[in-house]
């Protein structure tokens, strides 16, 4: 295979991301050797898949290196305990549950969020939106009809009074 033919054939490809198999690597290896294209083919692709790599990262929240930081040093000054067995947990729990322990059902683990605002997704803004805009709408109509109710029942009262009046 002549090195042109070799490096359109997407074996370089799949090297750099690392779904080929042993025996193109092999063969890669062996023209990435034998032929120099081959070599500066590779290295160029490597060089536009960091560039493409660095150009699509993601930038973690600020504070995340300091959190991993603590954590990592939260577990390296742990003391060291010797493992239990899950099965052998299970028996501690049944007998101090069944010797009338406090503790009763699961334990939960609590969670405390960054922020105190809540994220949803972008589809569900929308009708959200929708939502209030329909809740204003339905409040104006309801104060409208409502006002026109009381005017109504004030002429209605006003139009009892007068009658009652003519019929005197």
């Known amino acids: 295979m002549i090195p042109q033919q070799f490096i359109n054939s997407g ?5 750099v991301t690392g779904s080929a198999s042993e025996q193109e690597v092999q063969e890669l290896l062996y023209m990435k050797a034998t032929y120099p294209e081959v070599d500066e083919a590779l290295a160029e692709l490597e060089l536009d898949m960091e560039l493409i790599a660095r150009e699509m990262a993601v930038m973690p929240p600020p ?6 930081s603590d954590r990592i040093d ?4 742990r003391p060291s305990e010797e493992p239990v067995p899950y099965q052998a947990r299970q ?4 007998q101090t549950y069944n ?5 009763t059902g699961p334990q939960y683990i609590e ?5 105190s605002h809540m994220r949803i997704h972008k589809a ?12 204003k709408i339905f409040l104006g109509c309801a104060i409208y009809f409502y006002l026109e109710n009381r005017q109504a029942q004030m002429q209605m009262q006003e ?3 007068e009658l009652k009046q003519l019929k005197k």
């Open 99 to 103: 010797n009338g322990s406090t503790q």
């Open 159 to 161: 139009l009892k009074t």
């Open 63 to 68: 504070g995340t290196w300091g959190k991993i």
């Open 91 to 94: 028996q501690q729990k049944e």
């Open 111 to 115: 969670v405390e969020g960054e922020s």
């Open 124 to 135: 569900w803004r929308w009708a959200f939106a929708a939502v209030f805009v329909l809740g």
């Open 11 to 15: 074996i370089l490809e799949a090297y």
């Open 74 to 77: 939260d577990l390296i000054l």
